[in-house]
């Protein structure tokens, strides 16, 4: 499982290098260390500590994963979505309806807390829901980098520095959940205690910034 887990990861920089085999040399720029570092740090702190909406997202698929490969599988399948979707923004120059994505970035924290807050039949679909929402927040990222100037001058090392601060950053939030709650996983008392409150808070925050963002 972690070898397939690993070849998805890394599926985002294979599609940029095989772009980079078929843009123009001129179109994409050199590939600059300097701002590969940079936007690697911006790629980081958009999730720790600034990304709380994106944190939110997080510690919702946490608290619905009931076990470990659940958990790996199911921010996999958002690191990919968003990934992809960072890539093919910046890379074909789609324009991102900001507003818009804003509030779709509150309205899918909301409704993945309610999805685990009231199961239904709709959660065998929860992985092509995942896959959306991770498209949604790729949406958002993007947004993010077009804003930096390093885009301009070396799109390839700012898309993979800042789409790899943004990875790290989510591991670094995941093994810290797991490091923190796991001991816990087992109880018979952990889903009603903590993950059912848990899941409350963030939908009510996913609903409050999509509110706050219309």
């Given at each position: 499982?972690?070898k397939?887990?690993?070849?998805?990861?890394?599926?985002?920089?294979?599609l940029?290098?095989?772009?980079?085999?078929?843009?123009?040399?001129?179109?994409?720029?050199?590939?600059?260390?300097?701002?590969?570092?940079?936007?690697?740090?911006?790629?980081?702190?958009?999730?720790?500590?600034?990304?709380?909406?994106?944190?939110?997202?997080?510690l919702?698929?946490?608290?619905?994963?009931?076990?470990?490969?659940?958990?790996?599988?199911?921010?996999?399948?958002?690191?990919?979505?968003?990934?992809?979707?960072?890539?093919?923004?910046?890379?074909?120059?789609?324009?991102?309806?900001?507003?818009?994505?804003?509030?779709?970035?509150?309205?899918?924290?909301?409704?993945?807390?309610?999805?685990?807050?009231?199961?239904?039949?709709?959660?065998?679909?929860?992985?092509?829901?995942?896959?959306?929402?991770?498209?949604?927040?790729?949406?958002?990222?993007?947004?993010?980098?077009?804003?930096?100037?390093?885009?301009?001058?070396?799109?390839?090392?700012?898309?993979?520095?800042?789409?790899?601060?943004?990875?790290?950053?989510?591991?670094?939030?995941?093994?810290?959940?797991?490091?923190?709650?796991?001991?816990?996983?087992?109880?018979?008392?952990?889903?009603?205690?903590i993950?059912?409150?848990?899941?409350?808070?963030?939908?009510?925050?996913?609903?409050?910034?999509?509110?706050?963002?219309?």
């Amino acid at each position: 499982m972690l070898k397939s887990i690993h070849t998805l990861l890394i599926l985002p920089l294979l599609l940029l290098l095989g772009l980079n085999e078929v843009i123009p040399a001129d179109g994409i720029g050199v590939f600059d260390l300097q701002i590969f570092r940079q936007e690697l740090a911006s790629g980081f702190s958009h999730i720790l500590p600034d990304g709380l909406d994106h944190i939110a997202f997080i510690l919702g698929l946490f608290f619905l994963s009931r076990t470990l490969p659940i958990l790996l599988i199911q921010t996999t399948l958002f690191t990919l979505a968003h990934s992809l979707m960072l890539g093919v923004v910046i890379l074909t120059g789609l324009k991102v309806p900001s507003h818009w994505v804003e509030i779709g970035v509150g309205l899918s924290i909301a409704i993945l807390a309610l999805e685990g807050l009231y199961p239904t039949r709709l959660e065998r679909w929860r992985p092509l829901m995942i896959l959306l929402f991770g498209g949604i927040h790729g949406l958002a990222f993007a947004h993010s980098l077009i804003q930096q100037t390093s885009i301009r001058t070396s799109p390839i090392a700012a898309l993979f520095g800042f789409n790899l601060g943004v990875e790290l950053g989510q591991l670094v939030l995941i093994f810290g959940l797991v490091a923190i709650f796991s001991p816990w996983w087992q109880r018979t008392w952990y889903h009603t205690r903590i993950c059912l409150p848990a899941l409350t808070l963030i939908a009510l925050s996913g609903l409050l910034w999509a509110w706050d963002r219309w």
